[in-house]
């Protein structure tokens, strides 16, 4: 049995079980992000390393914009994966967005600190950041922390 979804809070229907609003937003973040890990080691989705092959581990520009490494690509692809299992349980997706509050404002505020706006690909820990991956983290952090916010607002 199917039901709809609203952006309003209202627990959807799903193959007999009920979805509340955080676990479909924890869920479609969760699979945004496992979709960014993978493309990240598909070689012609990353532009600017020397390595053109089918397979990409070297760091360059994720889409021409975002600096990634096949490091950098593993943590994309784990952070996905726990929103994918976190979304199985209204409070573990609250929980969920709350860690990537954290998780993802910490990576900006070191991107932000160690170069700021310099352009270029910078490796910080084995991970590849730029400028536009600061701002992505940052928009990502303030994602999360608006919808743990909501998510406690309603219970």
Known sequence: MSGTGTLHGEARQTEGRQSSEIQTIVRRFGAFMLSVGILGFVGPAVWGNDD?????????????????????????????????????????????????????GAFAA?????????RGVHMIGGF??????????????????LTAIKADSEQ
């Open 52 to 104: 053109d092959g089918l397979v990409n581990l070297e760091p360059g520009l994720f889409l021409g914009e975002f600096a990634i490494n096949g490091r950098h690509s593993v943590l994309h692809i784990l952070v996905g994966w726990l929103g994918l299992r976190a979304s199985r349980d209204p409070e573990a997706a609250r929980q969920y967005m709350g860690f990537g509050t954290l998780f993802f």
């Open 128 to 145: 590849a950041l730029d400028v536009w991956s600061n701002v992505a983290h940052t928009v990502f952090s303030v994602f999360c922390v």
């Open 110 to 118: 070191i991107g932000w600190e160690e170069f700021g706006f310099e």
